[in-house]
């Protein structure tokens, strides 16, 4: 973990901040025309447990439109607790870039040192809104930022409003959030996993884990290409070629 008092850094926190969050705006764009594989699971870690599983695909239509699309109907042994469809659309759209240069001012970001994070070494920011608003969640963690390529390449923390269970009514408030690099020049986020316990009228409360792993990033152009040669999705019982669902504003 990172000294109390960090000695101060090669390059100035204020350059480390002006470089790593132009290349967020790099990287946003990047990602909003990939298409990639999203895996999708929740597991119930007390007993009697299960397990909820489904898989799906994000691209984005011509006229810029985010999708998703699943690849089946999903898998449900969960004894005590459920999901929907429209659960997993909120749990899948965690905000994975809240550091662009258009949401800087909404943060004040705090330099904390160096730690290595496997063979990359990192600076660590910690990141807090300035403000929060009902209709909006803010992130509220620390983020590590590769000292090569000045890029986040992991988060850790809640997104906060002004509603006290964020707005969403779903489990898992703290976040864990990897990134891994792609075609040598995005980093993307590829693990989100979180941990929570909700509680169930005459139960013990209930260990969830949620992990959602995405993979297979390929860029909108090769998707065009090889789209007239798709085969049609496996049916399943709500659309299953919807608008990807952002987390909904918190009822008024």
């Known amino acids: 973990m990172p ?10 926190p204020e350059e480390i901040i002006r470089r790593f969050t132009a290349n967020e705006d790099k990287m946003k764009a990047a990602y ?38 699943f690849a089946g109907p999903p898998e449900s042994t969960l004894k005590v607790t459920s999901l929907t469809i ?10 994975s870039f809240v550091l662009t240069t258009n949401e ?17 070494k990192t600076y660590i920011f910690r990141v807090k809104p300035k ?32 509603i006290a269970d964020d707005g969403t009514g779903l489990p898992f408030r703290m976040f864990d959030m ?5 075609d040598g020049k995005y980093w993307l986020p590829t693990y989100i996993g979180s941990d929570d316990f909700v509680k169930v009228p005459n139960h013990p ?19 065009a290409a090889g789209a007239a040669a798709a085969a049609a999705p496996v049916p399943v019982p709500t659309p299953t070629e919807t608008p990807a669902t952002p987390v909904p504003a918190p009822k008024q």
Do not use: C
């Open 3 to 12: 000294a109390e008092t960090p000695e101060a850094p090669a390059v100035a």
């Open 131 to 162: 403000h929060v608003e009902r209709m909006r969640r803010f992130f509220d963690g620390v983020v590590w930022v590769d000292d090569h390529d000045f890029a986040v390449v992991k988060s850790s923390g809640r997104f906060v409003s002004e």
């Open 178 to 182: 990897y990134r891994e690099n792609v």
């Open 104 to 120: 800087l001012a909404n943060y004040s970001l705090q330099y904390l040192g160096t730690e290595k994070l496997d063979e990359l």
């Open 205 to 223: 409360d209930i260990h969830l884990r949620l992990v959602i792993r995405s993979s297979d990033f390929k860029p909108e152009v090769a998707l």
């Open 32 to 69: 909003d025309h990939f298409t990639f594989t999203q895996s999708l699971s929740v597991k119930e870690l007390s007993t009697p447990g299960g397990e909820y599983d489904i898989t799906g695909e994000f691209y984005t239509k011509p006229d810029g439109q985010r999708f998703e699309r």
């Open 86 to 95: 429209q659960d997993v659309k909120i749990l899948s759209t965690v905000p």
